[in-house]
């Protein structure tokens, strides 16, 4: 195929959700690069523009998780509900990219093969699907975390008459699931926000759960006009407060111990986050993920939460969780979930016990049953973190693909740059906080480094900054080092380790530390003159 000839950049930035749309407004906008940004969907979301599904929507609260970088913006802009359902997020990610004018340097339906780095000439090359060359100074990932959908291969899916689909590839037209037999794979915060919306339109639903998980339920309101206003009027209290947080939410953890009251005391705080609902309540003591007796406390408060709800003393057995400690694996939060299984058109099959065998013409079979179905639902989660950076090949220096550097796991400095791939940022890559805090204040946290990084280089005329192997080490056992510090190693079979996408090394991928640390570390390494980093004229 012929290559069109070059366009010669600043810096080419590879997608368009919050990530990437910041990583544009502030290279344009503010150092006066020349700037491409390439995305696969014919809009701006990332992430958000493919979760459609019923019931998707996020689990930080909308009027934080959102950008701060403009106080007009936050000004502006009026949520709706306590939390954004995915509509209202494009709604938002796209009047940020009419008010800051982004869309002019964005390519849309445009999907990146292949980058990369020519040594010679200094310079990133990303070839697109279409067989379109951009090159530039710089290349910037902002491809998400949880982007690259996770399909397990059950043997049969190719013969099932009915149709399928996975949560995180969703039509953009609605699914009707009126009459029909559905069956949902997967019990993860997708799942579990899905299952009650399915509930109410299917004929049946029947949920294969794996491992039975926590869930608190998130307490959804419409926004009344003077939240909205008490809000606003707070936000520079909000954002900061947000910003000196371990997870990036505008509320800090109780300073006490669990097991520092009285069981009475404790129950009291456990009743009351239950009440107000989402993930404040794994804040409700400062020992949750560090003591596995504070922990014990809580994982019992919500067993016996899911005990009381749930009618059928057998069924609430099966949705209790007992393989892991509470929020070891991301803790959902919900509507209704517990309560739909109440319902008489709704079934609960545990695929721990009689495993699915195969996907048949008809349906599902397990090890002991078999499940007429019209509709598959994969609610299965993501290859995290990695997945979406190795769904293409990116190529440092002397042709080294990404793939072999991270073939035993990922190794990133600050989860910002791999050695031997000079000039590459990965906004939210492994190493960094990203999933485990309220992700847009990790991506401004990310992309006002990288801008300040990339000014730096231009004042001072450095031509390439690239980690040093040695750095990336370090930093890699400082992650496995933090992890360890927690009980989130425990949950054998989460995302974070890469254990839910069989044959994925199992490494420990999101920096546990908390937010406001790691924000401080990468400041410290920038006023060290980007220590840990070779920078080159
Ligand atoms: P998750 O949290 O990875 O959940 C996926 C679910 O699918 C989980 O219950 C898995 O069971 C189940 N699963 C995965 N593979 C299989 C196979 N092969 N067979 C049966 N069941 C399977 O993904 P979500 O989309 O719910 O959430 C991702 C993140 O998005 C979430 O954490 C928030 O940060 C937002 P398992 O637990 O592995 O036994």
Redesign the pocket.
Known sequence: ATVAPATVLDAVVIGAGFAGLYQLHMLRDKLGLKVQVLEAGDGVGGTWYWNRYPGARC?SESYYYSFSFSDELQQEWSWSERYPEHHEIRRYLNFVADKFDLRRNIRFETRVNRAWYDEDANLWHAETEGGERYSARFLITAVGC?SSA?I?K?PGLESFKGDWYH??RWPHEPVDFTGKRVGL????????QATPVIAEQAAHLTV????A?YSIPARNAPMSREEVQKIKAEYAAIRDLAKRSPNGHPFLVNQVSALAVSPEERLAQYEAAWETGGLRFRASFMDLLTSKEANDTAAEFIRAKIRSIVKDPEVAERLTPKDHPFAT??P?VDSYYFETFNRDNVTLVD??AAP?VEITPDGIRTADAEYALDIIVF????D?MTGPLLAFDIEGRDGVPLKDVWAAGPRSYLGLQVAEFPNMFTITGPGSPS?LTNMPVAIEQHVEWITDCIRHMREQGIATIEAEPAAAEEWVAHVNDAANATLLPMAN?S?YLG??VPGKPRVFMPYAGGMANYAKRCAEVAARGYEGFVLRR
Do not use: E
């Open positions: 689990d949880l996770n397990p059950f949560t995180g794979i997967g019990t993860g915060s997708t799942g579990i294969f759960q794996r491992t998980n694996k991301r959902p695929i721990k699915i609610a299965t989660g993501f995290a999933v079979s995302w254990a839910n």
